[in-house]
């Protein structure tokens, strides 16, 4: 088992001969999303039954769901960048090289803005079935199947305006004491908008066979072989078409909120009008992976000393993934094609975007998801002189195998000292792998060069938990490990997929690929806590860790010249040595000196701060991504009788999420600080029946995020929806 930094959840699923007799239990919920406007249902259905019969308890259990959500996720963004001229005019630059904000020989000015209105609807049906049989006391047997289905139809609509035309319309206005443009007032804009219609569909498929065996009075075994099947696929269309204007201005960052602000003046962006055509897009893409596992494991209650009781048992592994993927882009007509002219091709987007909160576009003119869905041929004749699907490219395969034993041995500890209890865990657990990979690398050019990757590594990860007993009311936890987390199949997958620039856009197209090169992230860990109890429910701890890293993952975007087109291209790669280090604090509080009928109510809340950091390529220290320095969250919860209510609050702060080196701004991409409120109620109007409410994200928090300087180099706004739902449960 190949366990993350913060551990792993061992989840488990009901089987038949958990219940006493027959079990019906059914659920439903309804949830109003307010970015979609759309009431979708979340579906659950469990029936088990139980026999005794001569040959043992026998049981059989179905349950299935279904879950459907309408999205609606709207972007603003911003562009890189790069230096200008007094004119208007692009100097040359080198990219990732971060320039100085207070040369006045040259101003700091975007490339573009614009923003994202993605909609769709995802479902997601599943079914369950179990049969066990218990023939003694002492042994008992299960099959379980399961399907996990997934179904996707979405679009992208994309809206791209230009920030560095020419002429300049009034001088250059900037940030007080920078050279960086705060407010542009420019001609002959290019204003690009695009569509992409997706389809996409996974089938997962589990099938499993186990038992449990008491095989002497001192002994248990438990076995289990797993076998599991995924698809994916999905296809798209999807289509860019421009149109030059006659003046914007923007202004970048007003009042330092982080939101640009634009207008659009001698045309309107929701008039089909004068739109022609530019690139053309046609991708699919098959993903397949199969996984074969077994586990044995044994429980041997013998106390020898400390020892309590002793554990240990094998794995084995073998799976394999693949991939095939076309990715086809023409750019035979752009410019060529009034896409006007084409009956049913342009729609509008829905319109009220980010609720008129921005002074910004509230729709815009794209190509029809529809249309491009239901009309593929009539699009490849038209914009890319083709017909049929493309075929899969041969140079975009990727496969991968691993194969992988660990054996494990732990034993339980429980001993007396200075008076106290002492008990805990301690075990050592030794992993080989072996892995090969196989594809296709794009170096410098357009060559792609096959490449197989194999590695073999043994892993040997020990793990100490301890537990000192101070009393009834206080206790002390050590825990120390090693653990290794390896990359997933699809990072290193070294499949490119491009976006070359449009007409009129000035710079290097954009890609994102795996990284077959990609190392396993290894860490050592140690945990230092304190607990204290008091009252009934009540507790507070606090706990001090530190994390040793090696080979940290993180995105990072840099320029390549593939089939001699720039291209800033978006990989996982490994940081190198880093160390993560901090204190949480935490306290549950339920008062018991208080009127009978707030008998219930408590508080719950957390703090946690880390210090964490590695190196980058260079060897040069660097925060490291997804990590907040600072985080907390707060629950006021009353439960008392049939009625309990939860009503919570989060935060964290400022935290990295990449590097963009493709320009020259700081690299580093920053997520800033957000904040959640979330509430839910409940009430059990019988043993049998309970109704629920609850929303999220109650206030609307938006999502920000910035190049190194929050004020300077604003990057994206993104709105989150709030969510309302009723649920009723009924079990009998």
Not at 385 to 412: L, M, R, W
């Amino acid at each position: 088992m190949k366990v993350a930094l913060g551990g792993a959840i061992d989840i488990q699923t009901r089987r038949p001969l958990d219940f006493e007799g027959s079990q019906v239990t059914v659920t439903g919920k309804a949830t109003y999303s307010d970015q979609s406007q759309q009431t979708d249902p979340n579906l659950s259905l469990l029936l088990s039954q139980r026999w005794q019969t001569g040959w043992g308890d026998m049981g059989a259990l179905v349950s299935g769901s279904f879950i459907r959500s309408n999205y609606r996720d709207q972007i603003i963004w911003g562009g890189a960048i790069f230096p200008h001229d007094s004119d208007g005019n692009r100097l040359d630059s080198t990219p990732g090289e971060v320039l100085a904000t207070d040369d006045m020989s040259y101003s700091l000015v975007r490339d573009a803005i614009g923003a994202i209105d993605n909609q769709g609807d995802r479902r997601r049906p599943t079914l369950n079935m179990v049969l066990e049989w218990a023939p003694t006391e002492t042994s008992s047997y299960y099959v379980d199947a399961t399907y996990i289905g997934y179904r996707e139809t979405g679009m992208s609509q994309f809206l791209r305006m230009g920030t560095d035309s020419q002429p300049l319309l009034a001088p250059y206005e900037y940030f007080a004491g920078t050279n960086v443009v705060s407010r542009a007032y420019l001609a002959n804009p290019n204003y690009l908008t695009a569509n992409s219609a997706s389809r996409g569909s996974t089938d997962g498929y589990q099938y499993g066979l186990g038992g449990e065996w008491a095989l002497a009075d001192a002994l248990d075994m438990q076995a289990e072989l797993f076998y599991q099947s995924n698809t994916y696929t999905t296809d798209s269309q999807a289509l860019d078409i421009e149109r030059q204007g006659d003046a914007l201005w923007v202004e970048f960052n007003p009042n330092g909120g982080g939101q640009p602000a634009v207008g659009i003046e001698g045309l309107s962006l929701d008039d089909p009008s004068g739109f022609v055509s530019a690139t053309y897009f046609d991708r699919r893409h098959r993903a397949s992976g199969r996984a074969l596992s077994g586990r044995v494991d044994f429980d041997y209650f013998r106390p020898l000393g400390w020892v309590d009781s002793w554990q240990f048992g094998a794995r084995a592994e073998t799976r394999d993934a693949s991939s095939n993927n076309a990715d086809a882009h023409h750019c035979e007509v752009c410019g060529e094609v009034d896409v006007s002219a084409i009956e049913g091709l342009l729609t509008v987007t829905p319109g009220d975007f980010f609720s008129g909160d921005a002074t910004y576009p509230e729709r815009w003119v794209v190509p029809s998801a529809y249309f491009m869905r239901n009309n593929p041929d009539l699009m490849r004749d038209t914009f890319a002189n083709t017909s049929g699907e493309p075929a899969y490219d041969p140079a975009q395969f990727f496969a991968a195998t691993e194969d992988s034993v660990a054996v494990y041995g732990q034993v339980n500890l429980m001993t007396e000292l200075a008076g106290h209890m002492l008990d805990g865990m301690f075990g050592v657990r030794v992993v080989h792998t072996d892995a090969t990979l196989t594809g296709f690398d794009v170096i410098d050019d357009e060559t792609a060069s096959p490449t197989e990757v194999n590695t073999t590594a043994t892993e040997v990860l020990p793990n100490l938990t301890l537990r000192y007993q101070l009393g009834l009311q206080t206790q002390l936890r050590l825990n120390a490990s090693r653990t290794v987390t390896r990359p997933n199949f699809g990072d290193l997958n070294p499949t490119l997929v491009l976006r070359a620039p449009a007409n009129g856009q000035s710079g290097a197209g954009e890609g994102h690929g795996g990284n077959p090169d990609l190392q396993a992230v290894e860490a050592n860990n140690l945990d230092i806590g304190a607990e204290y109890y008091f009252g009934e429910g009540s507790a507070v701890y606090s706990t001090w860790f530190y994390r040793d890293i090696e080979n940290w993952i993180i995105p990072t975007t840099a320029t390549e010249t593939i089939a001699g087109q720039t291209y800033n291209i978006t990989r996982p790669t490994n940081a190198g040595s880093g160390s993560m280090q901090g204190i949480e604090f935490g306290l549950q509080y339920f008062p018991q000196a208080v009127p009978d009928w707030l008998l219930g109510i408590g508080v719950q809340g957390s703090y946690t701060y880390i210090d964490a950091q590695t190196e980058d390529a260079e060897g040069e220290i660097i925060g490291m991504e997804g990590v907040s320095r600072h985080s907390a969250s707060a629950v006021l919860v009353y439960e008392k009788g049939p009625f309990s209510a939860r009503l919570s609050h989060t935060y964290r702060d400022a935290h990295l999420t990449g590097y963009n080196q493709a320009a020259n701004m700081p690299a580093e991409i920053m997520a800033d600080d957000i904040q959640f409120t979330d509430f839910s109620m409940g009430y059990e109007i019988t043993d049998n029946l309970i109704v629920s409410f609850d929303a999220t994200n109650v206030f609307g928090s938006k999502f920000y995020d910035y190049f190194g300087d929050a004020y300077l180099y604003n990057r994206d706004v993104r709105r989150y929806s709030r969510t309302f739902s009723l649920g009723v449960r009924y079990t009998l």
